[in-house]
C-alpha cells in the first residue's frame, strides 16, 4: 500500500490515486473539501494527470430522479468497461446522505466495485465554496484515470447551475407531472442542455413534456454551433432508456470535438476556475493581510472620510503592495 | 428644479435629493442599480453627507406580514414627523410589485408623502450582487436625509439575511401557524433579531411561539454585550402593537450607543461594504484587464500544464502590476 504513513504526504496520496486506491482518492477529495494548507502541493502534483475524463453535469430538480438515472449511467458505463466517477454536490441526493433504502441498496452494488467511485461534497469551509472546491475536487477524479465523471447538482441556486454548465456534456433532467412549463422554463436551466432526459417517460403527460422542450429549442438560437440538444426518455428505474442516453452523450462529444468546440468549452470552464479561485485568494489575502489597514479604511467610511470606491481602491494597493513583497517561487 | 438637463450630473442629483426632491433621489439609486460608470462620482459627492440615517432591518419568511408591518411602522414615524425610507429587496415583497391591492391601497397613502420614499431594487446587473447595491442604495437614502430606513428583506437567501444583519437594528418577523419551530431555530435567523417581532397575534398560537422565542433567546448567548432580544406582539393589518415596536427599536438604539456597540457594529458593516466592492472591483478588472493573461492562464490549466494556484498568483501578479501602473489620485 502506498499510504503508510499515518500522515501521508501529498506525493504518496497522488500516487495512490494514480494507481486506482479508493482510499488516496477519498482522502484527496477530503483535502479539497476541508481547504487543506496542502491543497496547492496536491493541484501542482496532479495538474500534468488532467483533461482526460469526461465531465458529464447532471442536473434538474429534486425529485425528477437524478440519482437513479446517475445510477443506470453507472451500470451502462460499467458494462462497457469505463471507469467511473460521482460528484454529488445535490444536498438532496442520496448520494449526499438523505437516500431512501432503495437508492442505497443499488449504490451499494456499485459501491463495491473498485472502478467505480461515488463522492458526495458539502462546500461547508471553503472559501470559495463550490465555484472552487467542485473542479478540484475533478481535478482529482480526473488524474485518478475515471473515463467519466458525473457531477449531480439540484439545479436551483447558481452555483449548482453553473457547475453543471460548466461540464464537457450537459444534461438536464426533467419528468411530466412536475410542473413542466416552469421546469422547461426555468431561467438557465434550458440555456445550459446538452441533452433533455425526460425522466419517468411511462407517466402520463410525457407527450406534453416533450413537445414543450422541442418548442423551447426550436425558439432558442444557440451559440453552440452544430449541436442541437436531443431529448431522450427514459425510466431511469427500470434502466429503460439508458442505452439512448448513452448514445447521445457520445454523440454530444463527437459533434463538439469535431467542431473544435470541446476544447473552447474547457477553455471556459479553467477559465471560471481560475477567476474562482483568484477571488479565494483575495478574500484570503483580506482575512490575513493587513488588518489594521481595512479596519481603519472601514472607519473612514463609517464616518464618512473617504467613500467605497476609493476605499475600495486603498485596499487593493495595500493588497498589491504585500503581495508583491511576499511572492516568490515555491512560496504556497 | 435642480434636474434641468436631461442628462443630469452626478453634482446635481446629490444636491437635489439633499434638497429632498424624489426624483434625483429615483435616479440616483437607479444609477446603483444599473451600475452606472458614474457611480464612483456620486459615492464620493454622497459620502460626506452618510451616517446619519437608523438603518432597520425588516427580515422574516413570506407571509409573515413584512410589507404590512413596514406599511404600519411609516405611519408610525410620520406621525412623529420622522423622514422614511424604504428599501425592499425582497421578490416576494408587494413593495417589488408582487403587491395584493390592499398593501397597494395602503402604501398609496404613503407614497403621497414627499417625506416618504419607497423602492424596490433589484440586483441583476450588478457585478457584486446585493452585497455591493444594498450598502450603496442606502448611502443615498441617507445623504437625502432620511432619518429612518427601512430595509425588507426576504429571510431565505445568504445574501439577504447579511443585509438585514447589517442594520442597526434587526427585526425578526414571525407569525403564528407557520411552522414556528422551525422559523424560530431557522439557521442564522435567531442570532440577527434584535428584536422578535411577533405579528398576527390576534392569532391561535401566539402564546407557544412567544414561549418558544424566549426559550431560544435564553438559550444563545449573544455576543452583543448589554441587549437582550425582545419580544413584541403586532397586528400590522391593524396598526396594533407598533407603538411598543417602535419603543423597542429606540431602546435598541440608545442601549447600543450607550454600550458603543452602535459605532461598532456600524464598523463591521462598512468594512462589509468594503470587502464586497473590492472583491467587485478586482472582478471588473479581470473583465476588463489584460485578457490575454488569463486566457492563456486557463489555457495552460486546461491542458495540464500548470496548476490552478499558480494560475490565480500569476493572474493576481498580472492584476497588482497593472493597479499600480493606472492608479493615481483622482482616477475613476
Known amino acids: 500500500m502506498g499510504v503508510a504513513r499515518t500522515e501521508a504526504e501529498p506525493a504518496d496520496l497522488v500516487a495512490g490515486a494514480r494507481a486506482g486506491k479508493v482510499r488516496a482518492i477519498a482522502r484527496l477529495i477530503s483535502m479539497v473539501e476541508n481547504n ?47 471507469r467511473v466517477g460521482v460528484l454529488a454536490v445535490d444536498p438532496s ?14 449504490m451499494q452494488h456499485h459501491a ?38 458525473l457531477v449531480e447538482t439540484v439545479g436551483v441556486g447558481q452555483s449548482e447551475v453553473e457547475i453543471a454548465s460548466t461540464a464537457d456534456t450537459t444534461l438536464v433532467l426533467l419528468a411530466p407531472g412536475m410542473g413542466d412549463g416552469i421546469q422547461v422554463a426555468k431561467a438557465g436551466i434550458l440555456e445550459i442542455a446538452d441533452v433533455f432526459v425526460v425522466n419517468k417517460a411511462d407517466r402520463d403527460g410525457v407527450q406534453n413534456l416533450v413537445r414543450e422542450i422541442r418548442g423551447m429549442i426550436g425558439l432558442v438560437r444557440r451559440v453552440e454551433g452544430d449541436w442541437t440538444p436531443s431529448v431522450v426518455r427514459t425510466v431511469a428505474s427500470a434502466e429503460s432508456g439508458i442505452g439512448d442516453l448513452v ?9 463538439q470535438c469535431l467542431s473544435g468546440r470541446w476544447e473552447q468549452r474547457r477553455l471556459v470552464r479553467s477559465r471560471a476556475e481560475l477567476e474562482a479561485l483568484a477571488l479565494a485568494e483575495v478574500r484570503r489575502r483580506f482575512l490575513t493581510g493587513d488588518r489594521r489597514a481595512m479596519v481603519d479604511l472601514a472607519a473612514g467610511m463609517r464616518d464618512g472620510e473617504i467613500d467605497p470606491y476609493s ?14 513583497r511576499h511572492e516568490g517561487p515555491g512560496v504556497r
Chains 1, 2 share one sequence.
Open 36 to 82: 487543506s494548507p496542502r491543497l496547492r502541493e496536491v493541484m501542482r502534483l496532479l495538474a500534468p494527470y488532467t483533461g482526460h475524463a469526461h465531465v458529464i453535469g447532471l442536473t434538474g430538480s429534486p425529485g425528477v430522479g437524478k440519482s437513479t438515472t446517475a445510477t443506470a449511467l453507472i451500470a451502462a458505463y460499467r458494462a462497457r468497461g469505463v
Open 93 to 106: 441526493s442520496p448520494f449526499t446522505g438523505g437516500a431512501v433504502l432503495g437508492d442505497r441498496v443499488r
Open 112 to 149: 463495491l466495485d473498485e472502478h467505480v467511485y461515488i463522492r458526495s461534497m458539502a462546500s461547508r469551509g471553503h472559501l470559495g465554496g463550490l465555484s472552487t472546491a467542485a473542479p478540484q475536487a475533478l481535478r482529482v477524479f480526473d488524474a485518478a484515470g475515471f473515463d467519466v465523471v
Open 247 to 255: 448514445e447521445q452523450i457520445d454523440a454530444h462529444r463527437d459533434a
Open 311 to 324: 476605499a475600495a481602491d486603498q485596499l487593493l494597493a495595500t493588497l498589491s503592495a504585500a503581495s508583491l
